[in-house]
């Protein structure tokens, strides 16, 4: 995340991926605070084995797609609210990018975050069938919680 004030949105996608036992680490690495260290970051990412980047900014939100443009990793962008625009301007800033460097953005804050670690789990889920049986435990486990919404109107 590009600051520490991210993290209220960002350990939504941190609780998603322990929950399913997938290693992460969680991290400040500024775009404009910390240039050096964040391209450090994108250029070791796959040697040190990740294998997708969930990256939370706000405001201009540069992170996710600085990221994208040093590392083949896949990275996922959660446009973190800001305090004025609500976190418009970080998903236009983030969902914004030139064509031949992608990063696949997710919805404003929490929703956006959680669902960027199911997004993450699911890619990693097409090469270990362990972790597909729990996505697929987790979705039925979703639509009872759904099912259950009618008794809760009466």
């Known amino acids: 995340m590009g600051s520490s004030s991210d993290w209220d949105t960002m350990k939504a996608a941190a609780q998603i991926l322990a929950e399913f036992g997938v290693p992460h680490e969680s991290r400040v690495v500024s775009a404009h605070r910390m240039p050096d ?7 070791a990412a796959e040697g040190r084995g990740l294998q997708a980047i969930i990256a939370g900014a706000g405001g201009a939100a540069h992170l996710p797609g600085m990221l994208a443009a040093k ?15 609500q976190g418009v301007d970080s998903l236009h800033s983030i969902v914004q990018m030139p064509k031949g460097i992608p990063v ?17 789990v699911a890619m990693l889920a097409n090469h270990d069938p362990a972790l597909r049986a729990q996505l697929a435990a987790f979705r ?6 759904a099912r259950a919404m009618t008794g809760d109107l009466q």
Do not use: K
């Not at 260290?37 to 250029?43: H, I, K, L, Q």
């Not at 696949?104 to 993450?120: E, P, R, S, W, Y």
């Open 71 to 85: 590392t083949l990793v896949p990275v996922l962008g959660v446009p973190v609210a800001s305090r004025h625009l």
């Open 37 to 43: 260290e964040m391209f450090a970051y994108a250029e």
């Open 104 to 120: 696949a953005t997710f919805a404003i804050g929490v929703a956006g975050a959680a669902n960027a670690a199911l997004f993450a």
């Open 140 to 145: 039925v486990r979703q639509t009872e919680v």
